[in-house]
């Protein structure tokens, strides 16, 4: 039996073709995001963090479990951490092994999202003080919300995701009408809307994902 060259050419267009299409496969399972460790984390953070902040801060003050003032801030912080360490390392791995535009990208946007927090964090907190209480924990909320909306909605044109455009498109939505409502139930549209749209777009994915790959 003679032996197989594996460095020997395609012997047609066809094998020519399914060649292509296996090497594009690999690539795009190496550099594939895992979505229950990306979305995931974040969905459950904001679903917990801001349910809290919801059953303790409620609208008009109301206050419908009588939780330590520190309990909901620290929690939600805490996730925060958590879901932030989960992308990072998920980022790092995608990125690993890819070179050129692709990493440039990742690394800029990346660098964005650093970037634009940083930015309205500072300006927030220089006119914040200048609210009441309440108002200052929905100012805060809104603008966090409202960058991850935005930076979602510029990750879609990057990436060319229609899943990213949703849900930044989503994200803003909900933010507008938490803000309209006023503080307690925009904690409690975050939590049930943000959270939650988060966690239903992990697994969709996932399971997608897993249907692709058969």
């Known amino acids: ?17 399914a060649l292509i299409r296996q090497e594009r496969a690999a690539v795009a399972g190496t550099v594939a995001i895992n979505p229950l460790a990306y979305y995931l984390p974040w969905g459950l953070a904001w679903l917990i963090g801001y349910g809290l902040l919801f059953l303790r801060y409620g609208p008009d003050g109301r206050i419908f ?22 992308t990072m390392v998920v980022s790092a791995r995608r ?43 929905l100012l805060w909320a809104c603008v966090s919300v409202g960058t991850v909306a935005v930076m979602y909605l510029a990750g879609s044109a990057i990436w060319l995701s229609r899943d990213m455009f949703v849900l930044g498109a989503w994200l803003t939505v909900i933010n507008i009408a938490g803000v309209a409502l ?33």
């Open 182 to 214: 006023g503080p307690g139930w925009h904690s409690l549209l975050i939590s049930a809307g943000g959270g939650g749209g988060l966690i239903a777009l992990a697994l969709v994915l996932a399971m997608r994902e897993r249907r692709r790959r058969g």
């Open 95 to 137: 990125g690993r092994g890819v070179q050129g535009r692709s990493s440039w990208q990742g690394t800029a946007y990346g660098l964005a999202w650093f970037l634009a927090f940083a930015g309205v964090g500072s300006t927030t907190g220089r006119f914040v003080k200048y609210l009441p209480e309440d108002e200052q924990g």
């Open 1 to 17: 039996m003679a032996p197989v060259d594996d460095d020997a050419p395609p012997a047609s267009p066809a094998e020519s073709l």
């Open 65 to 86: 479990v009588p939780l330590p003032d520190w309990l909901p801030l620290v929690t939600l912080f805490a996730l925060m951490v958590l879901a932030m360490t989960s």
